[in-house]
């Protein structure tokens, strides 16, 4: 069993930053792949980045060169650098744990956390 805890979001004027974190209960963080997802009011919840084991990555092409997403073993937490945001990227974020990659829908996890709010303002 993994229980994930982010945070970090919060509320922040379009063309700034946020970065998140993601915290992992269990001793095998290290052998999941790692993945953010978000929903937006009245959508479907949609990938945005994961991260294997060993730190492959692979993003959504609408956060390609502005979000990055990396990982500390060693203190069982995930992140997610969100640089130049938009309106757009105003949704709750979830992180989840699995162990395909690279992992782009939500069944393709085992574990997700509750999800923390990010608001983008003009």
């Known amino acids: 069993q993994v229980q994930l805890v982010e945070s970090g979001g919060g509320l922040v004027q379009a063309?700034?930053?946020?970065?998140?974190?993601c915290v992992?209960?269990?001793?095998?963080?290290?052998?999941?792949?790692m993945g953010w997802?978000?929903?937006?009011?009245?959508?479907e919840r949609e990938f945005v980045?994961?991260?294997?084991w060993n730190r492959?990555?692979?993003y959504a092409d609408s956060v390609k060169g502005r979000f990055t997403i990396s990982r500390d073993n060693a203190?069982?937490?995930v992140y997610l650098q969100m640089n130049s945001l938009k309106l757009e990227d105003t949704a709750v974020y979830y992180c989840a744990a699995g162990f395909r990659f690279p992992?782009?829908?939500p069944d393709e996890y085992r574990y997700w956390g509750q999800g923390t709010q990010v608001t983008v303002s003009s």
């Open 37 to 43: 997802f978000r929903q937006a009011p009245g959508k």
């Open 49 to 52: 980045a994961v991260i294997s």
């Open 75 to 77: 203190k069982n937490t």
């Open 103 to 105: 992992a782009v829908t």
């Open 24 to 33: 992992a209960s269990g001793r095998t963080f290290s052998s999941y792949a």
């Open 56 to 58: 492959n990555t692979y």
């Open 15 to 21: 063309g700034g930053s946020l970065r998140l974190a």
